[in-house]
């Protein structure tokens, strides 16, 4: 054995923002006591500031690997987890053993309805922190241990235009254009003049060059989204996601067989098991696996997978401090087909303060983390944003 797990500690992180996620509440959206909303046009719930779990994990050499996964609603269940489950299932085991690991953790569970949701982001947390040992005990970045760095830098494409309305957004995305970006994503969920006629003017403003995506953020039927997607056909959009409830497995693939734009889905998988039936039904021309619910291990399979079946992998990006947002480039690094990856400006540029290590985009592409590991960690700063739960 090399070394072994020793301890681990969970932290909650709460990041104020001026603008929540996504862009300002709209009319009958209210903050309640516990500090969250639900948006009316996805009816989906947020936390009005950023949140996320952080893991530590500890090794008897002191060797210590950072994990993260999503804090946005009910983050102590992270800390229940990892407290009563985990800790005392893999204290002593070594961390190489990762991808073992989250097997067996995935297994005490499966037949008790935990196939997803808060159990296997804890367990993704944990699993980000173990591939950040592994690295460091290798002494190389974790995407060495991925399969090799086949790209230095990430093309990053711009998400989400937190304006309120359509004329500032537009404004936003001519400024990313003008820092070299060449890729920018409209979340439909605040769409505040119609869909069509945001995305007509944003084309219009942006000319025939920029690729342009749209988030439906699981808004329709299958039917309504197809027809949708066929009226925005003109303004070129380069894919089309999440455009039905994440369960309609069925109403995804009537999408994708209806509509020439790729459509795009699996921000909300956990693990291989929700990516098989969806590719297996040639519901999607591009996976969207997000680190901080699938960890290393899974991310890497179900890219590996969409691969089997020539289908591309694009990460998203989301709420985090960063320490999943370095895992995911890092993974993203190794990805044979990856054309580019979620970047969610709004947050991460912001958070760059709070890490040690490089955590960057500039003129359109990601930078790569250096050092052994993530190849990034928590600084002092953002200790003032963090409450340990458990541990
Ligand atoms: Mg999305």
């Not at 929540?20 to 959206?29: F, T």
């Not at 994990?57 to 987890?81: K, M, N, Q, S």
């Not at 980000?128 to 995407?143: E, H, N, Q, T």
């Not at 003109?234 to 999440?242: M, Q």
Request: aromatic share 8%; proline share 6%.
């Amino acid at each position: 054995m090399t070394d072994a797990i020793a301890h681990i500690e969970t932290f909650v992180v709460t990041i104020p923002r001026d603008t929540p996620y996504l862009g300002p509440l709209r009319a009958g959206e209210e903050v309640n006591e516990r500090g969250y909303f639900v948006r009316t046009s996805n009816r989906t719930i947020y936390p009005v500031e950023d949140r996320s779990v952080l893991v530590k994990v500890t090794t008897h050499d002191g060797v210590v690997g950072w994990g993260e996964t999503y804090g946005l609603t009910a983050p102590g269940v992270i800390g229940v987890f990892v407290e009563d489950l985990i800790l005392p299932l893999i204290r002593g085991r070594d961390p190489l053993d990762v991808r073992a690991i989250w097997d067996d953790l995935y297994d005490i569970l499966r037949v008790r309805g935990y196939g997803g949701g808060f159990w296997l982001d804890a367990v993704a947390a944990v699993d980000i922190a173990l591939w950040d040992i592994c690295g460091k005990l290798a002494g190389v970045p974790v995407r060495k241990l991925l399969g090799g760095e086949r790209r230095s830098s990430i093309p990053a494409y711009v998400s989400g235009l937190p304006r309120a309305t359509v004329a500032e957004r537009i404004e936003l995305a001519q400024e990313f254009v003008g820092k070299g970006y060449s890729a920018i994503k409209f979340a439909a969920a605040v769409s505040s003049e119609g869909i069509e006629a945001e995305m007509k003017a944003l084309r219009e403003a942006l000319g025939p060059e920029i690729k342009l995506m749209i988030d439906f953020h699981w808004m329709f039927g299958a039917g309504d989204a197809a027809a949708l997607i066929r009226r925005l056909e003109p303004y070129g959009l380069f894919f089309a996601e999440a455009p039905v409830k994440p369960e309609d497995v069925e109403g995804l693939a009537q999408v994708a067989r209806s509509v020439s734009v790729p459509v795009a889905a699996g921000e909300e998988w956990r693990s291989i098991h929700d990516a098989q039936p969806r590719l297996a039904a040639a519901a999607v021309s591009i996976v969207q696996p997000e680190m901080g619910h699938t960890g290393i291990t899974q991310f890497m399979r179900i890219s590996e997978l969409a691969a089997c079946h020539h289908v591309a992998t694009i990460p998203h990006a989301t709420i985090g401090v960063g320490i999943f947002q370095a895992a995911s480039l890092q993974a993203s690094a190794a990805i044979a087909d990856l054309p580019m990856h979620e970047y969610q400006h709004s947050i991460m540029d912001r958070n760059a303060a709070l890490l040690e290590g490089q955590l960057k985009a500039e003129a359109g592409h990601y930078l790569l983390p250096h050092g052994p590991g993530l190849g990034v960690a928590p600084a002092e700063a953002l200790w003032k944003h963090a409450a340990k739960i458990q541990g």
